[in-house]
């Protein structure tokens, strides 16, 4: 099992940047598919980025792509998503999430078993 705590969102004007962390509990972080996932008011959970355990590949929502980056620190046991030219449309609550294994694709969030609070983004015009 693993607990997930977000961190690092808040009120930025439209341009501007953050960096969000996840610090997960246990020592079985590394072997976990991680995903940001994130939620407006009034709309569906919506996927924006993934890392697997392993290899070098990320995957990422059509309209972050070219201004978030996911990265993984296996060490420090966190996730992160760096955050550029952010826009009003990026507003929502940030989730991250875990799972052990990724049978379908990694924008599903049925794959990841544990979640964190979440961490309220605001960017404003």
């Known amino acids: 099992q693993v607990q997930l705590a977000e961190s690092g969102g808040g009120l930025v004007q439209a341009g501007g940047s953050l960096r969000l962390s996840c610090l997960a509990s246990?020592?079985?972080?590394?072997?976990?598919?991680m995903g940001w996932f994130r939620q407006a008011p009034g709309k569906e959970r919506q996927f924006v980025a993934a890392i697997p355990w392993i290899g070098e590949n990320t995957y990422y929502e059509d309209s972050v792509k070219g201004r978030f980056t996911i990265s993984r620190d296996n060490a420090k046991n966190t996730l992160y998503l760096q955050m550029e030219d952010l826009k009003p449309e990026d507003t929502a609550v940030y989730y991250c999430a875990a799972g052990p294994k990724i049978r379908g694709g990694y924008s599903d969030a049925d794959e990841y078993t544990y979640w964190g609070q979440g961490t309220q983004v605001t960017v404003a015009s």
């Open positions: 246990g020592r079985s972080f590394r072997l976990y598919n």
